[in-house]
């Protein structure tokens, strides 16, 4: 069930949509930062960047993946997103910060409950981050309180940095890769993705003017 021309001038094989969400602060938009550009990056920069979404072409057990990566672009200080964010994600990145013990505890008070309400994929493949991975001396959520909690919520986990970009890419390709595991997921991917998202594009556009750059 590939389709192998879901687009102009793409050939990918599959096309998904990933959400990030989390606490202001937590480094969402450095992780796609980072992500994207292949190299360190002067984080500082992330907070003015208020992107939308970035794509990234991936290729991952013989497949050509498109991953359209949503960022927040600050709504997420309102601790609630609009429901054209979550509609149709096949993926979602809940990030928290590791030495920020609240951001830890959003994730079960406030994003899990969001996901619940809003996403349209019941079994769309959620990853647990704990980002700032590399500030060590400054942890209060420990790796194991991360780990019992995606196994309660099902979800990958994983630390990572977006500074050092330890594990960054391994955060996407793993979600990505589950994301391949499940059909029905896959069957969405295939070609009437692309219109939905520039349809939530528009809807975005129109909710917050001016507000965004890319
Ligand atoms: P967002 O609000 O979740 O998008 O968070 P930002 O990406 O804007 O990051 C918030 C702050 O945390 C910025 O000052 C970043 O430089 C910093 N930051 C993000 N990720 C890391 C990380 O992995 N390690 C460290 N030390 N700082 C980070
Ligand atoms: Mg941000």
Known sequence: MTSSSSGPGNSCHYSFKILLIGDTGVGKSSLL???ISNHLVDLDLSPTIGVDFKIKHLTIADKKLKLTIWDTAGQERFRTLTTSYYRGSQGI???????????????????IKEIELYATNHN????????????????????????????????????????????????????????????EL??????PAKRNILKQKQDQRANHQ???CS
Request: aromatic share 8%; net charge negative; proline share 1%.
């Open 33 to 35: 930062v980072s992500f």
């Open 93 to 111: 990145i809940l990030v928290y910060d590791v030495t920020k013990r609240d951001t830890f505890t959003n994730i079960a008070d406030v994003w």
């Open 210 to 212: 001016g507000g965004c």
């Open 186 to 191: 896959l069957k969405e991917g295939s070609a």
């Open 124 to 183: 769309c493949v959620k990853v647990l981050v704990g980002n700032k991975a590399d500030k060590e001396s400054e942890r209060m959520v420990t790796s194991e309180e991360g780990m019992a909690f995606a196994n309660e919520y099902k979800c990958l986990f994983l630390e990572c940095s977006a500074k050092t970009r330890s594990n960054v890419e391994r955060c996407f390709e793993e979600l990505a890769l589950k994301i391949l595991e499940v059909p």
